[in-house]
């Protein structure tokens, strides 16, 4: 069968206050796909994901998920719907336990045996998490805190995962795991839109990709073309 979209950005512009920051951006994420967009510093990338996620208004243009428009609908009601976005930076609550940010992941659901079910599947996944349930989330190193946002993001039952950046500030070896995690929940049906400086590993692991140019889309196909085109390796390859 053809594939089917989850989420279609259409002619989509963001501004802060007067100064346009996203032009008419088209763009098309499909159910079970794993799409990165990559772009320099200040392209707009992490703007694109708030406007997905709700925390930024849209100004023109139109968003459209699982066919229903989602434009005008609030960012907590986003999240019920299975949008969620994993911040830039982590985000996790320093001063709360790693129990307790996993448990706030969750603050959109009931609550209940399916949320403890849940956090168990996460600690499970995450050995070290469980290992630190009782520590601040302060406490933790650079990578374990992007395992603990990824855990709080999952405890949401996301269908569409929006990641900004999850492997900035990381070791290899930790962006390999990272890298393997994002791979291993696609695989179990949970659709990516992933925004990386890193752009080769990115595009790697990408069904399709998207190049964002000073708030424009410039370029799109699929990962591994990406990877072989030689405007993408000049610019963001570092080839
Ligand atoms: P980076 O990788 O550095 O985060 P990016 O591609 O994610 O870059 P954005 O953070 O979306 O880019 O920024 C796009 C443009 O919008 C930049 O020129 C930035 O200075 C501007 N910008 C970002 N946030 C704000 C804000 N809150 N108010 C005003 N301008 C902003």
Redesign the pocket.
């Known amino acids: 069968p053809p594939p089917e979209a989850l989420l279609e950005v259409k002619g989509l512009v963001t501004a ?2 007067r ?1 346009e ?2 032009h008419e951006v088209d763009l098309t994420i499909c159910r079970g796909e794993i799409v990165s967009l990559v ?12 406007t997905l996620s709700g925390l ?1 208004p849209v100004d023109r243009g139109g968003l459209v998920y699982a066919g229903a428009d989602l434009t005008r609908i609030p960012a907590h009601q986003r999240v019920a719907m299975g949008i969620v976005q994993v911040p ?1 930076g982590r985000q996790v609550f320093r001063d709360l336990s790693v129990h307790d940010n996993l448990r706030l992941g969750a603050f959109t659901r009931k609550g209940g045996v399916e949320v403890s079910e849940d956090l168990e599947q996460v600690y499970n996944r995450f050995p070290i998490l469980r290992q630190k349930r009782d520590q601040l989330a302060g406490m933790l190193s650079g990578g374990q805190q992007q395992m603990l946002a990824l855990g709080r993001a999952l405890m949401a039952r996301p269908r569409l995962l929006l990641l ?2 999850p492997s900035m500030g990381l070791a290899p070896l930790i962006v390999e795991e990272i890298f393997d995690i994002i791979r291993e929940l696609n695989g179990e049906g949970i659709t990516v839109f992933l ?1 990386e ?1 890193n752009a080769s590993q990115a595009l790697a692991i990408s069904d399709r990709a998207y190049v ?1 140019e000073a ?1 424009r889309v410039v370029l799109e196909g699929a990962g591994r073309d990406l990877l072989e085109d030689d405007k993408v390796k000049a610019a963001y390859l570092g080839i």
Do not use: P
């Not at 772009?39 to 708030?50: F, H, I, P, Q, R």
């Open positions: 802060y206050g100064i920051v996203l772009g320099a510093n200040g392209a707009g990338k992490s703007t694109l994901l708030m930024q830039e900004d950046e925004v400086q964002l708030g």
